[in-house]
């Protein structure tokens, strides 16, 4: 898909030149509407929508796994810190990547009935990460699917700053993906009306986090905590092909298709992920479930347009000069001030 650079233009139409704000468009989300037509054509996508307690258990067996990796790290002594880089890179940043994904479905309450039970699995998908994330995670990213691309309201819309600082040239890009877990948190600040973050989940979640990484500190020594957040780092940031990600779900130089998918060998890993329109139009499908979704509307998905390569796409972000911070829609305007004619 061709990534082109964009400024506003009537009617939120994409015209070329310099790029210096988003693209704002009056259009409104389009999952909603293309939910209720899903629903109408195919009723039967309702059987789709439910829980998926195996995703408890893939949790504990990722969790376990990365526990193991870390302690044959520690046992081999600081000494190794480059093997345990370049094992974070290769093996640990998919693994917590997928407990990412675990603390999505978790947040959507797509693994057990009961909301207590998600945010237990939650929080132990957490563990590995070294730092607290899943209830922040929890707090914040409902509001990314009720408030779509409005930049009041939407944590996954780059902050302005980071857009004009960081967005247009190819080593500041490169930077941003390598920091990405640290742009992701400023933003919060922004935000309005936004779900209190400190519970007494946020505290569980912090407590849990913080003792395991003190255990793994204690019983296998620093080259073991080294890998886990190395893994973390890794697998949201840094420079991974994982990283595009975020880049696949939701930049775009075309307000008409805002979401993109990805149905690539990575999504076998990743635990459909990719699936993102999917995700959107049905968040209460859990992630194993998505792939029946597309078998069952494929008249709804065949003809949206898709990412092949995380790692192209990773490559494209930064070198090519058009796509940049900004090639985001944002949806904010259209609340308080008309698109401008031509």
């Not at 640990?92 to 699995?121: E, Q, R, S, Y």
Request: hydrophobic share 45%; proline share 6%; glycine share 8%.
């Amino acid at each position: 898909m061709r990534i082109e650079a964009a400024e506003r233009g009537p009617a939120g139409r994409v015209e070329s030149g310099a790029q210096s704000s988003f693209i704002a468009t009056p259009l409104p989300r389009p999952h909603p509407v293309r939910r209720r037509a899903i629903l109408a054509a195919h009723p039967e996508v309702k059987t789709l929508i439910g829980h998926a307690p195996v995703t408890a258990a893939i949790t504990l067996a990722v969790v376990i796994g990365q526990t193991l990796i870390a302690a044959g790290f520690g046992t081999l002594g600081v000494s190794y810190w480059w093997g345990a880089l370049l094992a974070a890179f290769c093996i640990g940043a998919f693994a917590n990547h997928a407990m990412f994904v675990v603390i999505h479905d978790a947040t959507h309450n797509c693994i057990f009935k009961a909301n207590d039970l998600n945010k237990w699995v939650a929080i132990l998908a957490d563990l590995p990460n070294t730092f607290p994330t899943a209830m922040g995670f929890r707090c914040y990213h409902m509001k990314h699917h009720s408030h779509l691309g409005d930049y009041d309201y939407d944590a996954d819309l780059p902050s302005r700053w980071e857009a004009n600082l960081f967005g247009k040239s190819a080593l500041g890009k490169a930077a941003w993906m390598f920091l990405f877990p640290v742009f992701q948190l400023t933003r919060l600040g922004r935000l309005k009306g936004s779900v209190p973050m400190w519970s007494r989940w946020t505290f569980i979640n912090g407590g849990c986090v913080f003792l395991f990484d003190l255990a793994i500190l204690l019983c296998f020594g620093p080259n073991a905590l080294l890998y886990l957040f190395a893994s973390f780092w890794f697998s949201v940031g840094g420079l991974h092909p994982l990283g595009a990600r975020w880049l696949q779900e939701h930049f775009t130089s075309d307000p008409a298709q805002e979401t993109f998918g990805y149905y690539g060998p990575l999504n076998r890993i990743a635990l459909n992920i990719g699936y993102h329109n999917e995700h959107h139009d049905f968040p209460d499908v859990p992630w194993s479930r998505l792939p029946q979704l597309k078998q069952m509307a494929p008249e709804f998905y065949d003809g949206l347009k898709t990412h092949n390569s995380w790692s192209g796409l990773l490559f494209k972000f930064i070198f090519d000069p058009q796509f940049t911070l900004y090639t985001r829609v944002d949806r904010s305007e259209a609340r308080n001030v008309a698109i401008r004619p031509r």
